[in-house]
């Protein structure tokens, strides 16, 4: 692996970009096992969007550290830098917007962050979109039926434990992501669980959960190095 | 779930053009489908969405009666006018 030069942004931390590809591979390939399984075509569609958007933004970060391919295919779990937030299942709808919500929160403090580097600066477009997406579905679950409203209580409650980890390289980028976050929740009448935090996505150790991942997004370049369409 | 028609603004300057139509539970999901289905590929600037049930359209049956009568009133197309140059999506 090569170590590219980084940008250090406007908080003075330079950005992770081999860390941060590993979260948008690992959660662009989580929304595409949406793909034949969304609870409607128009949200099927809209999942395998927002999944083409971060693969984009993984190939180019990962493409700083060597071969994409080799860097997505041929690593173990221990060698993904990825954070544990990302590898976590889909579970129901609720999970799955719940994870987005946390996550893109953070990536579009991040993107925000580094004008200078051109993954960022372009991605932070997309991904105010994915916040907003996220947003949009976190009001109506929340704010939704009886039975909406559970599942997105359960949904906080598995994932907020994988929030710290998102800001041990920047901590500076948590207050505005507590105000947005914070602030979608209180209007979804949401609250914020109070739970442990889990952390070492970052130093490659990780849930079960990629071990399985991996398997199958790895298993035909296993199969047959090298092979083209 | 309610149907949803989809209008987009291809251009600053040319109007709305209905594109097709979705599903969805309420017009901000709407609306943002209709960006993911209709606008993946800068097909627009604006889009529309307006509930499938709020339009009110002429029925086939009714064709004879709404539209024949225009039929034999050729004066009415401004087919007499000369168009100046330069003049553009006419």
Not at chain 1, 6 to 34: F, Y
Not at chain 1, 195 to 224: F, N, W
């Amino acid at each position: 692996m090569t170590e590219p030069v980084e940008g250090t942004g406007k908080h003075g931390n330079p950005l992770n970009s081999l860390a941060i590809g590993d979260d948008c591979l690992v959660l662009s390939h989580r929304l595409a096992e949406w793909i034949t399984w969304a609870p409607t075509l128009e949200e099927e569609v809209a999942l395998a969007n927002l999944s083409l958007d971060l693969l984009g933004q993984a190939r180019a970060l990962l493409s700083r550290h060597g071969d994409e391919d080799e860097l997505a295919y041929l690593r173990d779990p221990g060698e993904f830098r990825n954070c544990l937030l990302v590898e976590q299942p889909n579970g129901d709808f609720a999970h799955t917007v719940v994870r987005h919500l946390l996550y893109t929160a953070f990536l579009f403090e991040l993107y925000g962050g580094h004008p200078e580097d051109e993954v960022a600066a372009k991605g932070v477009k997309e991904i105010a979109y994915h916040r907003d997406y996220a947003r949009v579905w976190t009001l109506r679950l929340g704010l939704g039926t009886e039975e909406s409203h559970r599942r997105m209580t359960a949904a906080l409650a598995d994932l907020w434990p994988y929030t710290g980890e998102l800001f041990e390289d920047d901590p500076g980028l948590r207050a505005p992501w507590d105000a947005f976050v914070g602030g979608t929740l209180r209007e979804a009448s949401l609250a914020v669980p109070e739970t442990g935090q889990r952390t070492g996505g970052r130093r490659g150790e990780h849930t079960e959960h990629l071990a399985a991942l991996l398997a199958e997004m790895q298993s035909l370049h296993r199969e047959h190095p090298g092979a083209r369409w | 779930m309610t149907l949803w028609e989809v209008f987009v603004r291809p251009r600053r300057g040319l109007s709305h053009v209905h594109v097709g139509s979705l599903h969805a539970e309420d017009a901000e999901l709407a609306l943002r489908h209709a960006r993911d289905l209709f606008t993946r590929r800068q097909e627009g600037v604006s889009i529309w969405v307006v509930p499938a049930a709020q339009i009110t359209a002429s029925s086939p049956d009714e064709k004879d009666a709404f539209f024949d009568p225009a039929a034999d009133k050729p004066y009415r197309h401004p087919t007499f006018y000369e168009l100046p140059e330069g003049v553009k999506h006419l």
